[in-house]
């Protein structure tokens, strides 16, 4: 059973830093695609970071480019996003997901990060 | 990056009642695209694939049609479940870019 469980969440204060964890089990994690998706209290999806299944290609929404950033660890079935210079429009609960020629298409539960002064 | 737009932004309509959801696209992602519905508190879930496509577990009063840049998404007689947030989402390309929903609301 595919699983992918958000941790790394919570209050922080404006300019600090924060890093998000989503470990997989249940599929074989190194062969596919990786996505952050958030969403801030009411508003819609947006997507925030994705990487390969290697790593090698990453691409960033403009919102977050240069501070955020996305990696994984295939050994650990793991994986990240760093976030630096947190603003307040960053609060949001944070989803990971993949997905891939239909079936496959899943997503973690997500998990709340708060900026607040 | 693809700017995918939905409307309306929210309907109040009956239960029993017949809806179609627009999505369209800044250019051309052939039928590359998926419809996602999202309950308060949950994670989204995958409607349709493909444009048109059922994904399991779809009930049969969801139909989508659309390919180009011009998508809808109908559902034939609203039940209380389906009053929930839609969102279209395309994957022709990276970044795979989401609408900004469309809500449906209890009139």
């Known amino acids: 059973q595919v699983q992918l469980a958000e941790s790394g969440g919570g209050v922080v204060r404006p300019g600090r830093s924060l890093r998000l964890s989503c470990a997989a089990s249940?599929?074989?994690?190194?062969?596919?695609?990786m996505y952050w998706v958030r969403q801030a209290p009411g508003k819609g999806l947006e997507w925030v970071a994705l990487?390969?299944?290697?790593?090698?290609?990453?691409y960033y929404a403009g919102s977050v480019k240069g501070r955020f950033s996305i990696s994984r660890d295939n050994s650990k079935n793991t994986l990240y996003l760093q976030m630096n210079s947190l603003t307040f429009e960053d609060t949001a609960v944070y989803f990971c997901?993949?997905?891939?020629?239909?079936?496959?298409?899943?997503w973690g539960h997500g998990t709340l990060v708060t900026v607040s002064s | 990056e693809i700017v995918l737009t939905q409307s309306p932004a929210t309907l109040s309509l009956f239960v029993g009642e017949r809806v179609t959801l627009s999505c369209r696209a800044s250019?051309?992602?052939?039928?590359?695209l998926v419809w996602y519905r999202q309950k308060p508190g949950q994670a989204p879930s995958l409607l349709v694939y493909d444009a048109s496509n059922r994904a399991t577990g779809t009930p049969a009063r969801f139909s989508g049609s659309g390919s180009g840049t011009d998508f809808t998404l109908t559902i034939s007689r609203l039940e209380p479940e389906d009053f929930a947030v839609y969102y279209c989402?395309?994957?022709?390309?990276?970044?795979?870019?989401f609408g900004g929903g469309t809500k449906v609301e209890i009139k």
């Open positions: 990487t390969s299944y290697d790593g090698s290609q990453k």
């Open positions: 997901a993949f997905w891939s020629v239909y079936p496959i298409d899943h």
């Open positions: 249940g599929f074989s994690f190194r062969e596919y695609a």
């Open positions: 250019q051309n992602i052939d039928s590359h």
């Open positions: 989402q395309q994957r022709f390309t990276w970044p795979p870019t």
